[in-house]
């Protein structure tokens, strides 16, 4: 039997939060860019420009058919001689985290895209009407009145994807990028002790996923009561 | 002020409006009433370009809706309309629901939207609710809302379509109050509605629509006395005596 043995926990927490701050950057950047671009597509998705609408809806079922992990190791691999070619960075520079971030945001950003199109479709069509017949343009009628409905409806989806994409930014350890997950498993492996260090990372998500899914849930019983 | 010149559309071999042509001169009170799915919404919203038409000519204070040359969103802000299910944006409260448009789209300060705002929400009976999220309000209120949010703009002329058919029947007539005062202000009004005692009180003429067509544009006596044809008898008849 597998004696448990949780002494190299304490020491390697400042290790550890170093990660959880890279699995937190690569979230909130990803979330924020996923949001615009999203919304973006969603638009371009929805207008009457044809090429426009064909062009976004190509990208999103392109992402949505290809897995996250094969996404990040094209860009582990194509965004470093990407930025070598661009900015001349010195040899050897770190660009995992930058690549990480863009590849999460542009996958991520055809699931948004996809949530933002159902809420801005789920905003009763008189409303646009409505704007328009003040005098509003298509631009201002969308942005004043359309989005901020369908935000409002959105909110609980947007955050419920942005936890998946919490859990998955562990797929980076293709790029040996220390997130909090790699920085758990490296810990595990120096001291021989995977097995606890696996359980504790894993306990941490549990928490830390439980609470948001149930913030989550909190404000959308707050939705429909209001 | 609006003329219409034989406007007709359709969705794909359906003819929604088969060449209609009417006048409405300043000043003018004008019903528009017929069945149900006889075209009468899609007629009224032809008049500010919400709904593109095939053919035809539609000029409103002497800009052609139609011309692609046209800035229509400009055009529609001379233009108020108020719809069946009110359409007050539900995020915004009442005050801002009456401000926005004028802030964005005449470009007034919030000063003088404000101000504005209140004067008109006094008129219609709501002063005190300014600050009320549209939810907060009956249906009645939040019509009145709705014309005081359009009254907002300074329109030249109003366009109602079906304004009280989505009301419980004890606050059908604070909004036809409203409406009522509005015409004898002397506003253009083009309005879609059932309510034959509002026709009476304050139309100039009435119109008559039945699939797409205008079968009858006649003064109200005229219409109400000796309506020619033999649609808008049956239908004058079912929705007086019930
Ligand atoms: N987008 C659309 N596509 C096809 N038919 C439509 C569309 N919108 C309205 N119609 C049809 O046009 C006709 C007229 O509609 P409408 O103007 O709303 O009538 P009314 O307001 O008199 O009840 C109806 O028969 C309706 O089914
Ligand atoms: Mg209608």
Same mark, same amino acid.
């Given at each position: 039997?597998?004696?448990?043995?949780?002494?190299?926990?304490?020491?390697?927490?400042?290790?550890?939060?170093?990660?959880?701050?890279?699995?937190?950057?690569?979230?909130?950047?990803?979330?924020?860019?996923?949001?615009?671009?999203?919304?973006?597509?969603?638009?371009?998705?929805?207008?009457?420009?044809?090429?426009?609408?064909?062009?976004?809806?190509?990208?999103?079922?392109?992402?949505?058919?290809?897995?996250?992990?094969?996404?990040?190791?094209?860009?582990?691999?194509?965004?470093?001689?990407?930025?070598?070619?661009?900015?001349?960075?010195?040899?050897?520079?770190?660009?995992?985290?930058?690549?990480?971030?863009?590849?999460?945001?542009?996958?991520?950003?055809?699931?948004?895209?996809?949530?933002?199109?159902?809420?801005?479709?789920?905003?009763?069509?008189?409303?646009?009407?409505?704007?328009?017949?003040?005098?509003?343009?298509?631009?201002?009628?969308?942005?004043?009145?359309?989005?901020?409905?369908?935000?409002?409806?959105?909110?609980?989806?947007?955050?419920?994807?942005?936890?998946?994409?919490?859990?998955?930014?562990?797929?980076?350890?293709?790029?040996?990028?220390?997130?909090?997950?790699?920085?758990?498993?490296?810990?595990?492996?120096?001291?021989?002790?995977?097995?606890?260090?696996?359980?504790?990372?894993?306990?941490?998500?549990?928490?830390?996923?439980?609470?948001?899914?149930?913030?989550?849930?909190?404000?959308?019983?707050?939705?429909?009561?209001? | 002020?609006?003329?219409?010149?034989?406007?007709?559309?359709?969705?794909?071999?359906?003819?929604?409006?088969?060449?209609?042509?009417?006048?409405? #001169?300043? $000043? /003018?009170? @004008? +019903?528009?009433?017929?069945?149900? %799915?006889?075209?009468?919404?899609? &007629?009224? =919203?032809?008049?500010?370009?919400?709904?593109?038409? #095939?053919? $035809? /000519?539609? @000029? +409103?204070?002497?800009?052609?809706? %139609?011309?692609?040359?046209?800035? &229509?969103? =400009?055009?529609?802000?001379?233009?108020?309309?108020?719809?069946?299910?009110?359409?007050?944006?539900?995020?915004?409260?009442?005050?801002?629901?009456?401000?926005?448009?004028?802030?964005?789209?005449?470009?007034?300060?919030?000063?003088?939207?404000?101000?504005?705002?209140?004067?008109?929400?006094?008129?219609?009976?709501?002063?005190?609710?300014?600050?009320?999220?549209?939810?907060?309000?009956?249906?009645?209120?939040?019509?009145?809302?709705?014309?005081?949010?359009?009254?907002?703009?300074?329109?030249?002329?109003?366009?109602?379509?079906?304004?009280?058919?989505?009301?419980?029947?004890?606050?059908?007539?604070?909004?036809?109050?409203?409406?009522?005062?509005?015409?004898?202000?002397?506003?253009?009004?083009?309005?879609?509605?059932?309510?034959?005692?509002?026709?009476?009180?304050?139309?100039?003429?009435?119109?008559?629509?039945?699939?797409?067509?205008?079968?009858?544009?006649?003064?109200?006596?005229?219409?109400?006395?000796?309506?020619?044809?033999?649609?808008?008898?049956?239908?004058?008849?079912?929705?007086?005596?019930?």
């Amino acid at each position: 039997m597998h004696e448990f043995d949780w002494s190299s926990i304490p020491g390697s927490l400042p290790f550890l939060w170093q990660g959880m701050k890279v699995s937190l950057e690569i979230t909130i950047s990803a979330v924020v860019f996923g949001i615009v671009w999203g919304t973006l597509l969603a638009l371009m998705r929805l207008s009457a420009i044809g090429p426009l609408a064909w062009l976004a809806a190509g990208y999103v079922n392109l992402f949505r058919a290809v897995p996250l992990v094969m996404v990040l190791l094209w860009f582990f691999l194509i965004v470093p001689h990407l930025l070598e070619s661009l900015f001349d960075l010195p040899r050897g520079a770190d660009v995992r985290l930058i690549s990480a971030i863009t590849g999460f945001a542009l996958f991520e950003a055809a699931y948004y895209s996809e949530i933002i199109r159902a809420g801005i479709q789920s905003v009763p069509k008189g409303q646009m009407a409505a704007a328009s017949a003040l005098g509003m343009t298509y631009a201002q009628a969308m942005r004043l009145v359309v989005l901020p409905q369908a935000f409002r409806n959105m909110v609980p989806l947007l955050l419920t994807q942005g936890i998946i994409l919490f859990q998955d930014t562990s797929l980076v350890y293709v790029s040996a990028l220390a997130d909090f997950f790699g920085a758990a498993y490296k810990v595990g492996d120096r001291d021989g002790r995977l097995v606890e260090m696996l359980l504790f990372a894993g306990a941490i998500y549990f928490v830390l996923c439980l609470g948001a899914s149930r913030i989550v849930r909190h404000y959308q019983n707050k939705l429909k009561t209001a | 002020m609006i003329s219409m010149n034989k406007v007709s559309k359709h969705y794909g071999t359906f003819q929604v409006l088969a060449e209609c042509t009417t006048q409405v #001169q300043k $000043g /003018e009170v @004008i +019903v528009v009433c017929g069945p149900s %799915g006889s075209g009468k919404s899609t &007629l009224i =919203k032809c008049v500010n370009g919400l709904e593109p038409f #095939q053919s $035809g /000519e539609i @000029i +409103v204070n002497g800009i052609s809706v %139609g011309d692609p040359r046209t800035n &229509l969103s =400009k055009l529609r802000s001379t233009v108020g309309m108020v719809f069946q299910n009110f359409e007050l944006f539900p995020h915004m409260s009442i005050i801002d629901n009456l401000c926005i448009a004028q802030l964005k789209v005449l470009g007034r300060t919030r000063e003088q939207a404000r101000d504005k705002g209140c004067r008109l929400l006094d008129r219609v009976g709501l002063g005190a609710q300014a600050e009320k999220y549209p939810g907060q309000l009956s249906g009645g209120q939040q019509q009145r809302v709705a014309i005081a949010r359009a009254l907002a703009m300074d329109p030249i002329c109003m366009l109602f379509d079906e304004p009280t058919s989505a009301l419980d029947p004890e606050m059908v007539n604070e909004v036809l109050d409203v409406m009522t005062e509005l015409a004898q202000e002397g506003m253009t009004m083009m309005c879609v509605t059932h309510e034959m005692g509002f026709a009476r009180r304050v139309a100039n003429r009435v119109i008559f629509m039945d699939q797409g067509r205008i079968v009858e544009d006649d003064s109200k006596e005229a219409f109400f006395e000796h309506a020619r044809s033999e649609r808008a008898q049956q239908f004058l008849a079912k929705i007086l005596h019930h």
